[in-house]
């Protein structure tokens, strides 16, 4: 078989041409991401880190809503400033569970990847309300709204659907479930489990409290209970200074 | 398009439209040679620096971390900017190892004492201040009135010393005062109001602070278990003193009327209060950290 190639047969015809023009993009991008999805340890073997839990989650959503990711980032770099001033490097592994990941690209306010129990519920309550009144010189817009609107919770469980289609482990089935204990342990597959998402989250909300007002579950308390667990699950000190070097 | 190429130029070849024709200018050699050494540059990169995936893992490439730990033990790790961190930071923990273990070994008192010691505090203690403590207690650790408390007056919630400086640091601190509204009627907690405002010399009505007497003293109230008989407050409880004229709570310098200061005492009594919150930050900041800051705190001012 005698093929004569041509390159005038790309160029006069647009449907071939887009469709190897695609394909040679393609490349650039297969090279550089499809070797993470083999690569054993892209992913950090690390203990505690799990999905969000319904209030939690309600939060993120809270906190995209509001686009405070245009502003704030969630990614300490491996850099020795960022590190005494923020903590610990990111870990992938500590966002394996985010749809989208809130990474961010730029700061004009502080990186809040490990803002979590840093502050006290009450310093977040007031600060997003009214930043200047704790933090004079800071340039963030009040969110008062927040505190006044009342949690819409009646789609947390499609909500928690919607997230298992791409991958978060929140179980429908007992058999879900069941794998949930034996990976997150009993407390928090419990929280995991859609069935009971809205109870959980009443739950969490009045226990934790988080916006001081018992009356109600306010969008207040999900942002303030998403920005406490921030950055918290990964215990660093059970690990050596070295522990993720090699995973890089 | 003002000017024509010259026709010495050949085209590809490739005619559209009739007469429709590309030309095929090569590229200058500078650039081409540019490009060779691009390729040459990228070869020589992949075989230092960590490249292409193999398998489960990667070319880890032939440059190498070394670097002393904390334990004196010397590491080496394949480049990456983890391991690059690591150096970094044991480099610097190297330089800064003289001042913390002086930190580590020497007594709070000392510390204080010593002019090299307590410049070192001073400058270590400000960026930690800054970073960790100042969005609560402000810049200068002036607090707020309602929210944080004041760490350069002889106030102290929790005691101002260093050891109780130092568990307040590592531990956190919850505040907490019940809400009196639901034994006490209005009458009563007005009456409380005006005796808390007389204790440090307010405005006050002394009828009702006679009678807010007996029941700061008294069983249905029960004021006097946290604060004391003399209402100085007890450390061990986080009860503040009320005698002293410093406020915390509610916020009495704030009101201009003698009316709306005793109006600010008796919104506390009656919600009470469950805030107060101290973050713990034993699992954030190191011992020695936590030492520096603990006597950066106690010479804001109020140390006792």
């Not at chain 2, 490739?14 to 490009?35: A, R």
């Not at chain 2, 033990?73 to 990456?80: D, F, G, P, Q, V």
């Not at chain 2, 009627?185 to 009678?211: C, F, P, R, T, W």
């Amino acid at each position: 078989m005698n093929i004569n190639f041509k390159h005038e047969w790309i160029e006069t015809n647009i449907g071939l041409m887009a469709v190897l023009t695609m394909i040679a993009i393609s490349v650039g991008g297969l090279v550089e991401i499809a070797p993470l999805f083999f690569i054993d340890k892209t992913i950090e073997k690390v203990e505690g880190v799990r999905p969000y839990t319904p209030l939690e989650q309600r939060g993120r959503d809270i906190y995209m809503r509001e686009g405070c990711y245009t502003c704030h980032s969630q990614m300490i770099r491996p850099f020795r400033d960022e590190k005494l001033r923020y903590g610990h490097y990111s870990l992938a592994a500590e966002s394996q569970y985010d749809h989208p990941f809130q990474w961010g690209s730029k700061r004009t306010g502080p990186d809040l990847a490990r803002v979590g129990s840093k502050y006290s519920n009450e310093w977040h309550v007031q600060h997003l309300v009214a930043p200047r009144s704790m933090v004079p010189e800071s340039v963030m817009p009040n969110y008062p709204w927040l505190l006044s609107t009342q949690l819409d919770i009646s789609d947390t469980a499609a909500r928690m659907k919607a997230l298992r289609k791409v991958g978060v482990p929140y179980s429908l089935s007992q058999a879900e479930y069941d794998a949930n204990v034996t990976k997150f342990g009993e407390t928090v597959a419990k929280q995991l489990h859609i069935p009971a998402a809205q109870k959980n989250l009443v739950e969490q909300a009045n226990f934790g409290n988080y916006d001081g007002d018992r009356s109600g579950i306010s969008e207040m308390d999900a942002l303030v209970a998403y920005l406490q667990m921030l950055g918290t699950m990964v215990d660093f000190s059970k690990y050596a200074d070295d522990a993720f070097v090699e995973t890089r | 398009m003002s000017e024509q190429k010259p026709q010495t130029v050949p085209t590809t070849g490739h005619v559209w439209d009739g007469d429709l024709q590309e030309y095929n200018n090569p590229l200058p050699v500078w650039w081409v040679y540019t490009f060779y050494a691009t390729v040459i540059f990228a070869l020589v990169y992949w075989t230092i620096y960590p490249s292409w995936p193999i398998g489960k893992g990667w070319i880890g490439g032939v440059s190498k971390i070394t670097y002393v730990n904390s334990e004196g033990e010397a590491k080496t790790h394949s480049w990456n900017t983890r391991a690059l961190l690591l150096a970094d930071l044991n480099k610097a923990a190297i330089a800064q190892k003289p001042y913390f273990d002086k930190v580590e070994a020497m007594s709070y008192e000392q510390i204080a004492k010593d002019p090299e010691m307590s410049g070192f505090i001073l400058s270590a203690g400000k960026s930690l201040f800054a970073d960790n403590c100042a969005p609560c207690h402000q810049a200068g650790g002036q607090g707020m009135v309602g929210f944080f408390p004041n760490l350069t007056d002889d106030d102290w919630q929790y005691g101002g010393s260093y050891e109780k400086v130092h568990e307040t640091l590592m531990g956190g601190r919850r505040g907490y005062m019940p809400a009196f509204s639901e034994v006490l009627n209005g009458e009563q907690i007005d009456q409380l109001a005006n005796y808390v405002a007389s204790l440090s010399g307010g405005d006050h009505d002394s009828a009702k602070a006679a009678a807010g007497n007996t029941l700061f003293h008294g069983e249905a109230a029960g004021c006097y278990v946290c604060h004391g008989g003399d209402a100085k407050g007890r450390q061990e409880l986080g009860a503040p003193n009320l005698t002293d004229n410093i406020w915390l709570w509610a916020n009495v310098p704030a009101a201009g009327s003698a009316e709306g200061k005793i109006a600010a005492i008796r919104g506390v009594i009656a919600s009470g209060l469950n805030k107060g919150v101290m973050p713990a930050w034993s699992a954030r900041l190191t011992p020695e950290q936590i030492k520096v800051l603990t006597v950066y705190v106690h010479e804001l001012g109020g140390g006792q």
